[in-house]
């Protein structure tokens, strides 16, 4: 088994499971400098994983001590993204009796959710996210993305609505009109992390806001009766 160097250093987030939602989250977290643990039965995974972390390891069970010699007894979070039910479930019951302080599972069906949620587990279902999030971009005309951080929260990747071109921030007032709060703006490939009060919106502008998605939809349909590009 490959080692884990500095095996008692506590490491940000753990992965456990390489198919393609594992790999993908590795990769995409290992891209952005987080420290990270990844561990899955798939050899051929692992290698290409280790030229973007040192911490990746073939794991052949779920068992809380191979789960702990593996190292993840010391990650903050923990997911698992294993599609198999029965490895799934396992893998979840031990890690939270190791006193894993977050565990994110993924589930592949509701029954399968049901079960990690009383397992104490946060559960996420990436087909059903994803069919949503399509879904979405084909019913709105300003909406681009949009990721949804808990039950209520949402953050939108949406254009500038024909409506607000010209206005600046303070005119528009979309925290008073819509309950949606301008987390940052990108205009012409440039993020601008501080919104002034006084900046005026143009066409291309792509803002990122914060919301419920209720609220989003009230913006949506306002965006829609003011001629909407």
Same mark, same amino acid.
């Given at each position: 088994m490959f080692e884990l160097k500095h095996k008692k250093q506590a490491i940000a987030y753990g992965i456990i499971g390489t198919d393609r939602f594992g790999y993908i989250l590795a990769k995409e977290l290992a891209a952005g400098g987080i420290d990270l643990l990844v561990a899955g039965k798939n050899g051929t995974d692992i290698r290409e994983l280790r030229e973007i972390t040192i911490n990746a390891m073939v794991i052949r069970e779920y068992g809380k001590k191979a789960l702990a010699d593996a190292g993840f007894n010391n990650c903050d979070v923990v997911i698992v993204c294993l599609a198999d039910m029965t490895d799934s479930i396992l893998t979840t019951l031990n890690l939270g009796?190791? !006193?894993? @302080?977050k565990i994110? #599972?993924?589930?592949t069906s509701a029954e399968h959710g049901e079960i990690l949620q009383k397992l104490g587990?946060?559960?996420i279902y990436p087909e059903e996210d994803m069919a949503i999030r399509l879904a979405s971009r084909f019913?709105?005309?300003?909406?681009?993305?949009?990721?949804?951080?808990n039950e209520v929260i949402n953050i939108f990747k949406s254009k500038v609505p024909h409506g607000l071109d010209g206005k600046t921030v303070v005119e528009a007032n979309l925290r008073q009109n819509f309950d949606l709060n301008i987390i940052a703006m990108s205009r012409h490939g440039q993020v601008m992390e501080v919104i002034r009060p006084d900046l005026v919106f143009a066409?291309?502008?792509?803002?990122?806001?914060? !919301?419920? @998605?209720e609220d989003? #939809?009230?913006?949506?349909?306002?965006s829609e009766q003011n001629n909407d590009k």
């Open positions: 009796n190791m !006193g894993i @302080k994110i #599972s993924i589930a587990a946060e559960v019913k709105s005309a300003i909406i681009l993305d949009f990721v949804q951080l066409e291309g502008d792509i803002l990122f806001l914060a !919301g419920r @998605k989003f #939809s009230r913006f949506n349909e306002w």
